[in-house]
């Protein structure tokens, strides 16, 4: 009887346990990401995810020149063809306002949706 009652204890933990359900990211279309395109208001897409570079701008090692030729747009080859270390892709959460929406996505693995 023992084991009966560590099994069934056991069940109701499971299936009483709850799974958190991380908020989803804001959406926006390439249309909305277009209209930061200035050096004081820069966003981004990189594979479907939207960055906002305004704070970032200023201190890329390679320039703001090269930030602003891809401001408002999807600077996702860019950013790739680009060397890039680690610490530059680990940096962009920092940076990350959101998504774009599931109907102009190219990429499958990469939003919340």
Known sequence: MDIYNTLNNLQNRLFNFKV???PKRKQFTLKEVSAHCTE?????VIK???YDFT?????HPGGSDIMLEY???DATMAFADKPHSLDA???LEKY?????????RMFENTASS
């Open 40 to 44: 004081n208001d820069c966003w981004m």
């Open 96 to 104: 990350l306002v959101g998504e774009l929406v599931l109907e102009e």
């Open 71 to 73: 401001a408002g747009t």
């Open 55 to 59: 704070e970032f701008i200023r201190e």
């Open 89 to 91: 892709w680990m940096i």
């Open 48 to 50: 479907d995810l939207v």
């Open 20 to 22: 958190v359900q991380l």
